[in-house]
């Protein structure tokens, strides 16, 4: 929750505008460090540039201490992370809106 945060001012801070892609920079930031299962600042960079999905493999973006989900909740889990992902993208213009991602839910 306190890295979301940090994220989230660090943006506020680049910016100086105070927007609703802000947070959902920050919501991206936190769905990864859920299911990273700690800080995902040592991901973020390889997800975010020149990312493509053959190079994802989930035992590197879940958290290591847990046993890879079963393969019927690998889809679900996938697309919690492409969405988190997307929550990420440099442009803030180019993210979602939340309303579009309470709905993806």
Not at 38 to 44: E, L
Not at 52 to 81: C, G, K, S
């Amino acid at each position: 929750m306190i890295s979301s945060f940090i994220f989230h001012f660090a943006e506020l801070a680049y910016t100086m505008k105070v927007t609703e892609k802000c947070d959902v920079y920050s919501f991206g930031v936190l769905a990864l460090e859920v299911i990273h299962g700690k800080h995902p600042g040592d991901i973020i960079p390889t997800l975010s540039s020149s990312f493509t999905w053959e190079n994802l493999l989930l035992n590197n973006v879940l958290d290591e201490r847990l046993p890879l989900p079963a393969p019927t909740i690998q889809d679900q889990v996938i697309a919690i992370i492409k969405l988190a992902i997307d929550c990420l993208d440099s442009n803030p213009n180019s993210r979602p809106t939340m309303n579009m991602v309470s709905h993806m839910f």
